[in-house]
């Protein structure tokens, strides 16, 4: 799923707005196990956009 948004080639909010809905959504559970997976998922957005223009430091170490 994340491997076609970046193959579209353009970036912008909206695509960043429709992962955060998505992980809304599917991530479900008691809140200290779901901000954990949201924060992933920011990690991943940070890093695929980072990939895309690199203009800051990966949060991964």
Known sequence: MF?????AGS???DTVTE???IAGQTLLGP???TIRHHAVVQLA???ALK???PRYASQQG
């Open 45 to 47: 957005v940070h890093d």
């Open 31 to 33: 809140p200290p196990i």
């Open 11 to 13: 970036v912008r909010a």
């Open 3 to 7: 491997t076609a948004v970046l193959a």
């Open 51 to 53: 990939a895309i223009s």
């Open 19 to 21: 992962w955060n809905e």
